[in-house]
């Protein structure tokens, strides 16, 4: 349901029967709603401008990880504080919420019916059974296994303890655990039974295993959108959000290395089996179940499901072709180029948020898998200076990424929404 503090109704009931409200609570709740999805604050703060001003409450917005700021034009002086918890990213609620900014500036959706429409939104269930997640979490583990050049022990290793992490996540998450420290106790239980894994079968591999178990909550993503935020000066949201996937990425490591000191000081391990690059025809198949389990993951709404599947195809596959021409970050741009035009061209079509095929491809593009690895070599194998090479080389891999992005912002800039009625400038009827 709605938050109290955001629920402010008149008394007067319209034609429809439901409570009236004013602009100004439909504009501060689609805002909170839209940050609480994951909206980047490039998107957010001046989409919500638009529609604020649409509905002739001229607004501005001012958008963190944490928290969200918006100050009404005839409210001078004064300014509204929202503390938004971060959350898993919900492209099904996304989409639904894109759909209604739209709707209001398109279409003239009245406020009443967006207050409706938020209100459906806020109390619809997950798309997905939790059962259904955990096994999706499983899946995701083995494919990424497949696409890091993992053996077959690899592959089965990092579905099987994919499998127990996802249901690990999903009963502490029940259980109220400290959302902080979730991710040190994953890492240390993933490296632990790939550890065990390694001893027990000589041609395991802990590095490569404990990745891909862990790869959905390696914060890759947010990275990138960090690197994007400062690119489109939005430096408080950009530095803030690049110092929480930093400090997610610590605590997943330093969980590992845990995990990798205590086994380590009761047994000796044998050398890791080296990874292999996997065939193209392998790698493409195994993206298919991938995109399938990142559909259920990221909560796509069930339409939206061939988008997200695409996506992972459009960027993998450009990714492998780039590569045989260019030199790697010059691939990673081409690729994030690729995947950028093919969303921004669907989104125009399908009236869509261009997240559904950006956010599930960039997860492909594995800046959070060299992060991984940088750190995992300075902690586990004490080789600072490899492991510094291969952090840049993240950061570098990051910046290809965005610059990608913003590439193909010039080719096929973002549609915008057409007011109803353009030219007009009084607000919709409520």
Avoid at 180 to 197: D, T
Avoid at 240 to 249: D, H, K
């Amino acid at each position: 349901m709605v938050p109290a503090a955001c629920a402010e109704t008149t008394a007067e009931l319209d034609r429809g029967g439901s409570a009236d409200v004013s602009a100004e609570t439909v504009i501060v709740e689609l805002a909170r709603s839209l940050h609480a999805s994951g909206a980047p604050a490039y998107e957010l703060d001046q989409g919500m401008e638009e529609v604020a001003a649409f509905l002739g409450e001229p607004a501005t917005f001012f958008s963190t990880p944490t928290s969200l700021f918006i100050t009404f034009t005839h409210e001078e002086g004064h300014t509204r504080l929202l503390r938004v918890y971060p959350s898993d990213t919900n492209l099904g609620r996304y989409a639904e919420l894109h759909e209604t900014q739209r709707a209001i500036q398109v279409e003239g959706m009245s406020v009443s019916q967006a207050w409706r429409r938020i209100e459906t939104l806020e109390s619809t269930l997950a798309a997905y059974s939790p059962v259904l997640q955990v096994i999706a979490f499983g899946i995701a583990s083995a494919c990424f296994g497949v696409l890091v050049g993992g053996n077959a022990t690899v592959v089965t290793s990092a579905g099987v303890i994919g499998l127990l992490t996802g249901g690990l996540l999903k009963g502490l998450g029940r259980w109220n655990y400290p959302t902080h420290l979730i991710n040190i106790v994953v890492g240390l239980i993933a490296c632990i039974l790939a550890s065990l894994v390694q001893f027990w079968v000589p041609s395991g591999n802990v590095e490569l295993t404990s990745l891909a178990a862990l790869i959905v909550l390696v914060p890759g993503l947010q990275l990138t959108i960090s690197i994007n935020e400062l690119a489109t000066q939005n430096l408080a949201s950009g530095s803030a959000r690049f110092a929480g996937a930093m400090m997610s990425l610590l605590t997943l490591v330093f969980g590992v290395y845990m995990g990798h000191a205590l086994i380590h000081s009761w047994v000796e391990m044998p050398a890791p089996t080296p990874a292999s690059t996997p065939e193209i025809i392998v790698s493409m198949a195994s993206v298919i179940p991938l995109g399938l389990s990142l559909a259920v993951l990221f909560q796509a709404r069930y339409r939206d499901i061939v988008w997200v599947v695409l996506s992972t195809l459009i960027g993998y596959g450009s990714l492998r072709l780039a590569g045989l021409w260019l030199l790697p970050f010059a691939a990673v741009w081409a690729s994030a180029v690729g995947v950028g035009v093919c969303g921004h061209l669907i989104s125009r079509w399908r009236h869509t948020p261009a997240a559904i095929m950006l956010m599930p491809a960039l997860i492909l593009l594995v800046p959070g898998s060299l992060g991984f690895f940088g750190l995992s070599a300075i902690l586990l194998d004490k080789d600072l200076p490899g492991g510094i090479h291969i952090v840049s080389t993240m950061m570098l891999t990051s910046v290809a990424i965005v610059a990608g992005l913003l590439t193909t912002d010039v080719i096929v800039p973002p549609p915008t929404a057409t007011p109803a009625g353009q030219g007009s400038e009084t607000a919709p009827p409520r």
